[in-house]
């Protein structure tokens, strides 16, 4: 079966780190874009990152940018999510997806646009 599987979420301080990966299995992924989407309790499932084919380009919300950062590695078939200077309002369920149909450069911000999505794992930072 195909399978999107995140780990490495936890309950932090403000201003920890946590690095997030995503395990596919049932298919290789090194020919899709990948991202990363965040929903916090109440709130709209929202764009954190994303990865083209290759990580030639890579793209961030700009309430992300410069504290996180998205790689990949197709050899494991795996991408992370590497958070730095966590803060409050990054507390959120994340899911990392997968965009089958992305031509090499796209970095996808639209959840609409994947077609694979994992479980989720809770990140909680405490203020």
């Known amino acids: 079966q195909v399978q999107l599987v995140e780990s490495g979420g936890g309950l932090v301080q403000a201003g920890d780190s946590l690095r997030l990966s995503c395990a596919a299995s049932g298919r290789t992924f090194s020919a899709d874009a990948m991202g990363w989407f965040r929903q916090a309790p109440g709130k709209e499932r929202e764009f954190v990152a994303a990865?083209?084919?290759?990580?030639?380009?890579?793209n961030y919300a700009d309430s992300v940018k410069g504290r996180f950062t998205i790689s990949r590695d197709d050899a494991k078939n795996t991408v992370y999510l590497q958070m730095n200077s966590l803060k409050p309002e990054d507390t959120a369920v994340y899911y990392c997806?997968?965009?089958?149909?992305?031509?090499?450069?796209?970095?996808?911000?639209?959840?609409?646009?994947?077609?694979?999505w994992g479980q989720g794992t809770q990140v909680t930072v405490s203020s």
């Open positions: 997806a997968s965009d089958s149909n992305a031509i090499f450069y796209r970095t996808p911000a639209g959840p609409d646009e994947y077609d694979y």
């Open positions: 990865i083209s084919v290759g990580g030639r380009n890579a």
